[in-house]
């Protein structure tokens, strides 16, 4: 089944703890935490003094998304901070492959990221070693944009290369998805499906997660589309 992944980002941070509270009372088993610098992208966001805070109040999955240029820098930071995962951006690194080592060597799983521009296939050499692959539905930097509808493409192809590949690795997506579009990425080959405004956005978070997550587990994976 999917899993619905909701994005910190879009919480009120002076209430973090208890945006936190609600969605893993409500089932969560992972949050997604943005991380960006200004530069990989045009908006800053939070960093490692609020991860380790988010760590201490809560042990479900840490999924850290790296929006920062040379993200090699600061991955065993993060780790130690408490990230559970991390992936990086593709387009922020020479180096692909000694990142998702590096990552594996501080002990957290190592995911890549793609931007809406960016092909899904530059991802196809490192499929056996990554443990999850973003693919960007919304161009990153900021919560709330629309759903960048070929992106729907990019999951299929990934799901494609991933079985040629004999690849475990899960097929993230991230970006302008709530309850009109959330079906529709599982049946296109979502595994890990993150949601900022369509959860933190609503009056009610909790109940907004669950919605989700239902209709995100309330049919089967579809094999052919
Ligand atoms: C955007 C971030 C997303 C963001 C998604 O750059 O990577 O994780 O929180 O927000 P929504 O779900 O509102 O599009
Ligand atoms: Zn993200």
Redesign the pocket.
């Known amino acids: 089944m999917a899993e619905v992944i909701p ?1 910190l ?2 919480a009120d941070f002076a209430n973090l703890g208890s945006g936190i509270e609600q969605v893993v009372s409500a089932g969560a088993r992972t949050l ?1 935490f ?1 991380v960006m610098d200004g530069r990989f ?1 045009p908006n800053i966001s939070i960093g490692i003094p609020v991860l380790r805070s988010v760590r201490k109040i809560t042990q479900v999955t840490i999924d850290v ?1 790296l ?1 920062i240029v040379e993200p090699e820098k600061y991955v065993e930071a993060f780790v130690e901070a408490g990230a559970d995962w991390i992936s990086f951006h593709y387009e922020a690194t020479a180096h692909t492959d000694r990142l998702i080592q590096q990552i594996h060597n501080a002990g957290a799983k190592a995911g890549v990221v793609v931007n809406p521009g960016t092909p899904v296939s530059v991802v196809k050499p490192v499929l056996s070693v990554v443990d999850h692959v973003l693919v960007m539905s ?1 161009n ?6 629309s759903f960048i509808r070929y992106s729907l493409d990019k999951l299929l192809e990934l799901k494609e290369l991933k079985a040629k590949a004999g690849s475990g690795a899960l097929s993230e997506i ?4 709530g309850p009109e579009n959330v079906e529709l990425v599982v049946k296109y080959g979502a595994d890990l499906i ?5 959860i933190f ?1 609503q009056q009610e978070p909790a109940r907004a997660f669950q919605r989700l997550q239902e209709l995100a587990g309330s049919k089967p994976i579809m094999e052919d589309v």
Request: without cysteine; charged residues 10%.
């Open positions: 994005s980002l879009s997604h943005d992208v998304h929006m919304v990153p930097g900021f919560g709330g944009q991230d970006g302008g998805i993150v949601a900022g405004s369509s956005g």
